[in-house]
């Protein structure tokens, strides 16, 4: 099946990532209608198991990025330890050396803002919980190109300082919390 | 909305084509997500308002080409970067390695030296610096005349210490440098086979044949094509037989000249050409 829609969900999220992400992504149907993207905060100096674990878990497959690849309609790529992620014109990605930001590398504001740049109004950013303000530009980032912002209700976060980010930065996102967030997932069709 | 902010990129492709027609540096096969961010960085530390102001600036002082520079090539690295490399390096290519009289080592897009110094210590812990001649190049003269100097921050050399021990170092780092003040100074002798060039895998040339190239995060700042360009000088360096060394999350499943390639140690992207 080739992805007839543009753009890809963005999920960006940090302490407290792998509850609220078992929440959401081993229920996507193995037919959803977008790549899936998402970056998690991990120790720069460890392989991470992220994508092994959800592979085993979801419908859809899981992969950990390398450079140049292809996003494919309803492939869950996670960013790797220590390696910014970036979208390129052509929807693959591109992996990157540049400085930490906000301590963080990967880092969510970086990957989101590279979607806006290269989808606008077709990108989709969901920021979940997490202890930093990382996402928070980058969710104002899509929502400026006239992209859909979301962010993980805070009452409900692990860590709720990520998602109170994201929302004082991006006032227009919708709140939701991890079930609204699938059903959200669920209702985009082809 | 077909693109977002489609004035930015047209800036942004021509000052690409200011900087290659003025100074011949060509970026324009770049990855535009990664540029474009550097670029806006750029903008914003100057204090310009536009893209456009930033080609105005380069295009009619000289003095701003090194500043661009600087974010436009990204220098991170560390010594013995991903430990695990190295070692694979030291256990699995090494012995082939000494079966050859003399080598020719590159470190394309060497940076400020980092890597080129894990290399050369480990070749003398090997025994086979004697034998060697290392070839370490880069586009950006700021990074190869500090790769040349060898001078790091003291701070760092825990991490780097901790690294060689990873990659199973012989040696203590600590043989190998001097330190003073905030400091810390490479041996001298570890240039003695090194010769540092200005060299770039966007428009020049292959200039002999290698028995190992190591060119680690580099071409994850290249597009597809540029990606195509720089693995095809790599394929006309090696010899059948020769070793390929990449990043940590960098493949050559997506280049054109996979073929000419074979997985030597899969984990650590460390290739060997083949005869094709």
Redesign the interface.
Known sequence: MTGARRGAVMIGASAGALEVLSLILPRLESDFPLPVVVVVHVPPDRRSVLAAIFDAKCRLRAIEAEDKEPLAAGVICFAPPDYHLLIEDGDTIALSNEDQVLFSRPSIDVAFESAADVWGDAAIGIVLTGANQDGAMGLKAIAAAGGTAIVQDPGEAYARAMPEAAIAACPEALVLNADGILSYLQSIIR | ?????RIEDIEIRLLLEALYHRYHYDFRNY????I???LRQAREQMGVATISALQEAVLHDPDMLPKLLRYLT?Q?SEMFRDPGYFRAIREKVVPHLKTYPSLKIWIAGCSSGEELYSFVILFREEGLEERTIFYATDINPDALAQAEAGVYQVDRIRLFTENHRRAGGRTSLSDHYRSGYDRCVFDRSLRRNVVFSDHSLVTDQVFGEMQLVSCR?V???F??SL?DRAVGLFREALPRNGFLGL?????L??SRHADAFRDFVREEKIYQRTGT
């Open positions: 909305m077909e693109t977002f902010d990855a535009m997500s990664s474009r961010r550097r990204v991170v995060n071409m994850i700042y597009d597809r990606q990043g940590a999350k960098e493949t499943r997506f």
